[in-house]
């Protein structure tokens, strides 16, 4: 794919970005492909599938007011290969970008792409998502935490809501999935401080995906206790017996 078919997805997708950008999604996306033939970070190899559920998915959230801002700071937790986190961040040179993984080669390949591209304004984390939140410099101290195919609802509220300042909020990339987990998740997200808004489709043109955007509103601090301690919440998800 060449830079000007990229920035034609990205325009028919309603996606706003500078001139750069497409350029730089396809230095990262050639890095990725590359690494990944020596450890596994995507699953999807097809050029077209991985631009659109790759890059433009991570890039849809930029298209609704208020979800990602351009400046601030936003914690991908459970970034694996970067999604949707390193996107976000090439088209948002403003925002302080703060990716964590439980597993450092995938970190080692995040560094990669960070010194190619001369990336500025990424910091890597190598934690898990429940240990991470405990730590005074990051519990609280986002604006945004998002997070992509990482746990249902109900448990990604434990991993993400601790990391969020009061009136931040978290973002979570969705499928099919969402319409079962909705309820479940309101009720683990007002345990952590946190209010679930109205899930926010996202149209791809030629595409029967069922892709959706969640927020949730960080309102009250997270109470002490949470997250549990590493496992516990996957184990044991909030709000499971909620009627």
């Known amino acids: 794919m ?17 001139a750069d950008l497409p350029e730089k999604l396809l230095r990262y996306h050639a890095l990725l492909m590359d690494w990944n ?8 190899t097809d050029e077209a599938e991985m631009m ?10 930029l298209k609704e007011p208020g979800l990602i801002p351009r400046e601030g700071s936003l914690i991908d937790v459970g970034t694996g290969a970067g999604v949707p986190g390193m996107p976000l961040a090439l088209a948002c040179p403003d925002l302080k970008v703060t990716l964590m993984d439980a597993q450092q ?5 995040l560094q990669a792409v960070i010194d190619e591209l001369h990336v500025a304004n990424v910091t890597l984390v190598h934690r898990r998502a429940e240990d991470g939140a405990r730590d005074i410099d990051l519990r609280e101290q986002f ?6 195919a990482v746990a249902p609802l ?14 931040g909020q978290a973002v979570c990339w969705k499928g099919p999935a969402l319409a079962e987990e909705l309820h479940q998740g309101r009720r ?6 946190g209010q679930a808004g109205e899930p926010v489709p996202c149209a791809f043109p030629g595409r029967e995906w069922q892709h959706q955007l969640l927020p949730f509103k960080k309102v009250a601090k997270t109470a002490r206790q949470y997250p549990r301690k590493a496992g516990t919440p996957s184990k044991s998800p909030l709000g499971v017996n909620a009627k």
């Open 188 to 193: 683990a997200a007002f345990l952590l401080g």
């Open 52 to 61: 659109d559920k790759h890059y433009v998915d991570s890039l849809m959230a």
């Open 154 to 167: 109900s448990v990604l509220s434990e991993y993400l809501l601790p990391f969020v300042k009061v009136g």
């Open 105 to 109: 080669k995938r970190l080692t390949f």
């Open 37 to 44: 033939t020596r450890m596994d970070l995507t699953a999807v």
């Open 2 to 18: 060449t830079t000007s078919e990229l920035a034609a997805r990205l325009a028919e997708c309603g996606i706003p970005f500078a």
């Open 143 to 148: 604006d945004v935490a998002v997070a992509r």
